[in-house]
């Protein structure tokens, strides 16, 4: 099994002064589920601003898809970004176009022909159970169906891995297990899967690899683990 | 880059000026003020610049040579005379063609030529008659002709009239410049800072297509698109304001100025519409670019 991604003794302290994280190794398999959990301030959004190259770590290193980050340079972080799918609390959708275009915005942005983004578009819009809503307007949908839309954008260039950061932080509880259950799939069809949240009765019900952050550190790191582990 | 990207980044870069009408409306407003200005200001220039090639073509500087110098010296010293970087034409005058021009000049005082050409006298010199390609290194130049070995004699052309336009002329090139160089850093400035605002807006937009994978220039494409369509149009403004300034204003107050003649705007249209828009994209370009520059280092 290929390594997706892997963190060397990984520290990152922001110019404020704020150690945000504390000498982090970790190493995630190719296909694995992995939900990120802790306290607010754990450090949590960091590690994934360190993983999209948005932040560079202040010492150690960092390893995605085989690629050491740190010998990235500025122009080739485009290329790193497309190989991941991101998704957001905020969904950042665009409230100018319809669920259409905004999954569509992201293959026009990679360089895809108008041909191949008729085909894929609408394959992920089903996938993600919004096929009636492809004309919509994101300000005519519900949060789930919004995060669902943001999914499928995230989805759309078939990436290796899909990075969530708190999907289900501003939607209502069954909608969240909806995305969960949908992220799940993504994972059944070899999509390695990296998902921070808050959700206790989630992590718990899904069984999986469970990292537990605390103030920087790894301070447990078990498969099939459970939310607030210490 | 593909055809389809081409009318994607043009398409995108009209959606930008749309989504953000009014402050892309206030940036032409102040772009074409400054560019009004600036066409103003050179269209003066122009003008005098026209003026003085006139001057410069009918402008002639004789060079008398010595009698003692023989004809087989001739090629010589004009070939000295064209090694001078200034010295545009040279055109040699035997004292002969000299006394004819004379007889057909002074036709009234006949009798005086005639007495002369009955005893074979030519009173006149061999001279090089000589233009300069720049007018306002006049004196350097007569100074080096002078040097010239079997130089007599030069006859400069009114030379106080010449001094005094040369005067005026370097001082209305020297205020232009300044002027024009001064407010087009300053319109540069107040684009940058107008645009900025609107980039708030675009801000999320610009976020997003970051985190899915957009290159730099993907992102700044658009930008640069809507920064011409900017450009232009304030270009387009200022153009047709000085047209109607110069048509309506100047041309009437400028002939009661005898010594400076006045173009007709045809004559110079082509040159203005082509320094506005070249001003214009420059600065709507530069404008547009940088004010996205901020985003870039994430
Ligand atoms: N850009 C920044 N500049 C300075 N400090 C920052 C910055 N971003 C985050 N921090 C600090 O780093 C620490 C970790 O922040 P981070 O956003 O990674 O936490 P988190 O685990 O995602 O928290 P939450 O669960 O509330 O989202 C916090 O103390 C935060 O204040
Ligand atoms: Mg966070």
């Known amino acids: 099994m290929l390594t997706m991604l892997e963190f060397e003794h990984v520290s990152k302290v922001y110019g404020n002064g704020t150690c945000a994280l504390d000498d982090v190794s970790l190493k995630i398999e190719e296909g694995e589920f992995v939900f990120i959990v802790g306290p607010s301030g754990a450090g949590k959004s960091t590690l994934i601003k360190l993983l999209m190259k948005e932040e560079d770590p202040t010492e150690g290193k960092i390893i995605v898809a085989g690629q050491d980050l740190s010998s990235l340079r500025h122009r080739d972080v485009p290329y790193l970004r497309r190989k991941m799918g991101v998704v957001f609390q905020d969904f950042r959708l665009i409230n100018e176009l319809n669920v259409f275009d905004n999954v569509a915005f992201a293959m026009n942005v990679t360089n895809s022909s108008k041909r191949s983004i008729e085909r894929r578009v609408p394959y992920v819009l089903s996938l993600m159970n919004l096929a009636d809503k492809a004309r919509a307007f994101p300000s005519e949908l519900s949060g789930g169906e919004q995060q669902r839309v943001a999914l499928a954008r995230a989805l759309v260039n078939n990436p290796m891995l899909i990075v969530a950061d708190e999907p289900t932080g501003n939607i209502d509880p069954h909608m969240s297990w909806e995305i969960m259950g949908l992220l799940n799939e993504i994972n059944m069809r070899k999509t390695t899967v990296l998902v921070v949240t808050h959700e206790k009765n989630l992590v718990n019900a899904m069984k999986k690899r469970v990292i537990y952050l605390e103030k920087g550190r790894v301070r447990s790191d078990r498969m099939e683990g459970q939310y607030s582990e210490r | ?298």
Not at chain 2, 22 to 28: D, G, K, Q, T, V
Not at chain 2, 202 to 226: C, H, L, S, Y
Not at chain 2, 257 to 284: D, K
């Open chain 2, 1 to 298: 880059m593909r055809g389809s990207r081409f009318f994607y980044f043009i398409s995108q870069g009209f959606k930008y000026f749309k989504t953000n009408k009014y402050i892309s409306l206030a940036a032409i407003g102040v772009l074409a003020a400054c560019l009004f200005i600036v066409g103003n200001f050179w269209m003066i220039y122009l003008n005098v610049d026209i003026n003085l090639h006139r001057l410069e073509e009918e402008n002639q500087t004789v060079l008398f040579l010595d009698d003692s110098v023989e004809e087989e010296a001739f090629p010589e010293i004009e070939k000295q005379i064209v090694a001078i970087e200034n010295v545009d034409t040279c055109v040699f005058v035997s004292k002969e063609e000299a006394f004819a021009d004379y007889r057909e000049a002074y036709a009234e005082e006949y009798e005086i030529y005639s007495e002369l050409t009955e005893s074979g006298i030519n009173p006149l010199r061999n001279s090089f008659a000589v233009t300069m390609k720049d007018i306002t290194l006049y004196q350097e130049t007569v100074y080096q002709l002078s040097k010239i070995e079997g130089v007599a004699r030069i006859r400069k052309q009114n030379q106080t009239t010449l001094d005094g336009i040369m005067t005026v002329a370097k001082t209305i090139y020297f205020v232009c410049y300044w002027i024009m160089g001064l407010l087009l850093v300053a319109s540069l400035y107040i684009i940058m800072n107008t645009i900025k605002i609107a980039r708030f807006t675009n801000q999320r937009q610009i976020n997003i297509m970051k985190f899915v994978g957009a290159t730099d220039w993907f992102i700044r494409w658009p930008f640069i698109v809507e920064g011409c369509i900017i450009g232009l149009l304030a270009a387009l403004l200022a153009y047709l304001f000085v047209w109607y300034t110069y048509v309506n204003v100047m041309v009437k107050l400028g002939g009661t100025i005898a010594v400076l003649e006045l173009q007709p705007f045809e004559q110079v249209s082509r040159q203005m519409l082509l320094m506005m828009c070249s001003c214009g994209l420059l600065v709507g370009v530069v404008g547009s670019a940088f004010s996205i520059r901020r985003y870039f280092d994430v």
